[in-house]
């Protein structure tokens, strides 16, 4: 079936732009994570959803970081006001159940300009 | 503070030889040890994982290896192969209560398997 899909697979922001990335995870699967994977480095936790409730946000960086699964699928990450250090790959991460095998997408490339 | 630890950064292996992986951690409710692969520009890919309930786990030519009182957990491929090369990240989690089973990355090991 398929896997977890993200969209852009790219995204060149200006400093100061406001930027939305967007998850599919696979279908059914409850949980959904988002992690900054800076470069040469491992993913870092940001925030989980279990359904539509976003649980746990003690990962996101600052204020400027907000994410929604409105439905309890598609799940957005929005950036405000982008800086320099957002610059990172933004993996989403699906589970069928909590505490089951997370499954990554292929990451949105984010560059700050 | 870093909460689990991966070494080596980097590893050349010769093709048909035995890369291994090690990572510590220090987290005592840690209790799901889960490698994963990651090739350049695709996401990571759940290779093997283990419970701290066995000392082992072994599937094809992976093993994990898993050292509860040092708490110390390693990857071992054998018969490396050139199709090998690309970066290994040992994480870890707690299924304690409160918590939503979030992961914890070591930095990685990028491998290099030469032909």
């Known amino acids: 079936g398929a896997g977890v899909s993200q969209s852009p697979r790219y995204k060149v922001a200006k400093r100061g732009q406001d930027v939305a990335l967007r998850c599919d995870p696979i279908?059914?699967?409850?949980?959904l994570f988002w992690y900054q994977q800076a470069l040469g480095q491992g993913p870092e936790f940001l925030t989980y959803?279990?359904?539509?409730?976003?649980?746990?946000k003690s990962g996101l960086p600052s204020d400027r970081f907000f994410a929604e699964r409105p439905e309890g699928s598609v799940s957005t990450l929005k950036i405000q006001r982008t800086q320099q250090e957002d610059s990172a790959v933004y993996l989403c991460?699906?589970?069928?159940?909590?505490?089951?095998?997370?499954?990554f997408g292929p990451g949105t490339r984010l560059t700050v300009t | 503070q870093q909460q689990v630890k991966q070494s080596p950064q980097s590893l050349i292996v010769q093709k048909g030889g035995i890369s291994i992986i090690n990572c510590a951690y220090e987290?005592?409710?840690?209790?799901?040890f889960p490698w994963y692969q990651q090739f350049p520009g695709k996401g990571p890919a759940l290779l093997i994982a283990?419970?701290?309930?066995?000392s082992e786990k072994k599937e094809g030519r992976f093993t994990i290896s898993f050292n509860k009182s040092a708490k110390q957990f390693s990857l071992h491929i054998m018969d490396s192969q050139p199709g090998d090369s690309a970066t290994y990240f040992c994480?870890?989690?707690?299924?304690?209560?409160?918590?939503?089973?979030?992961?914890?990355f070591g930095k990685g090991t990028k491998l290099s398997v030469k032909p």
């Open positions: 991460a699906s589970s069928l159940r909590p505490l089951y095998e997370q499954y």
């Open positions: 959803f279990q359904n539509e409730a976003q649980l746990d």
């Open positions: 994480a870890a989690s707690t299924a304690a209560r409160g918590s939503q089973g979030n992961l914890i």
């Open positions: 279908s059914g699967h409850v949980s």
């Open positions: 283990i419970r701290p309930d066995v």
């Open positions: 987290n005592t409710a840690f209790d799901y």
